[in-house]
């Protein structure tokens, strides 16, 4: 089966850092995306692991820990733009569609 | 490059009725994916294509839903009949060398 935690929900400041956890339990794996979604809006791709390590692109980076089927997006410098949902979406397991997590939706506040 | 095309951008429709969606995936991307998103949820997929034919189907509720990707490019997903239940944004994803790009979805309401 496929199994893929996320908060609901969290609340940071402008300007500050948030980091968002993404846990794991899947029958196969082949990497992991994360993806920001805008109310109403498509998710567009923010990040890709396959290797275990840190990724980082501008203000965002991700991590990953396949031995302990975990991953985080790590968010800097915070801006209003950034309130969205961000998915957490695990590649593997037979045929290459995505299984995704429910979502964080991530609240800034000035 | 142009991205994934969706029609209809919203479809409201009552229940027992039947539903077409339809999508043009970006040009060359042989991988074509249907996934239903039910508010407050993430995506699920529902139906993946190689060019013109199914790879996985196992999430499709077969009973109502059926796709096709008759020329191995564009694609339709057709509800029938609708149920409640199947209120959500159904989005179309194409496959590249940068992973899934998304198309804007079609946001089904079923009343």
């Known amino acids: 089966g496929q199994n893929i935690d996320q908060p609901t929900e969290m609340t940071a400041t402008e300007g500050a850092i948030v980091q968002i956890n993404c846990t794991y339990q899947?029958?196969?794996?082949?990497?992991l995306f994360w993806y920001q979604q805008h109310a109403g809006e498509a998710p567009t791709f923010l990040s890709y692991n396959v290797l275990d390590g840190l990724e980082e692109k501008g203000r965002f980076s991700s991590f990953l820990s396949r031995s302990k089927g975990y991953s985080y997006l790590l968010l800097k410098e915070l801006q209003m733009k950034d309130s969205a949902s961000y998915l957490c979406?695990?590649?593997?397991?037979?045929?290459?569609?995505?299984?995704f997590g429910k979502g964080t939706h991530l609240i800034i506040q000035p | 490059e142009a991205g994934v095309a969706q029609s209809p951008r919203y479809k409201i429709i009552e229940k027992r009725q039947s539903v077409a969606f339809w999508c043009n995936p970006i040009?060359?991307?042989?991988?074509l994916y249907w996934y239903q998103q039910i508010l407050g949820q993430g995506p699920k997929l529902l139906i993946q294509?190689?060019?013109?034919?199914?790879?996985?189907d196992s999430q499709l509720p077969k009973d109502r839903f059926s796709a096709e990707r008759l020329k191995g490019v564009d694609s339709t997903l057709k509800i029938q009949p609708a149920k409640l239940e199947d209120s959500a944004v159904y989005l179309c994803?194409?496959?590249?060398?940068?992973?899934?790009?998304f198309g804007s979805g079609t946001r089904l309401t079923v009343v």
């Open positions: 040009s060359g991307h042989a991988t």
């Open positions: 994803a194409s496959s590249g060398p940068v992973g899934y790009t």
């Open positions: 979406a695990v590649f593997g397991g037979g045929a290459d569609g995505l299984t």
């Open positions: 294509f190689q060019n013109n034919g199914v790879v996985d």
């Open positions: 899947t029958s196969g794996f082949n990497g």
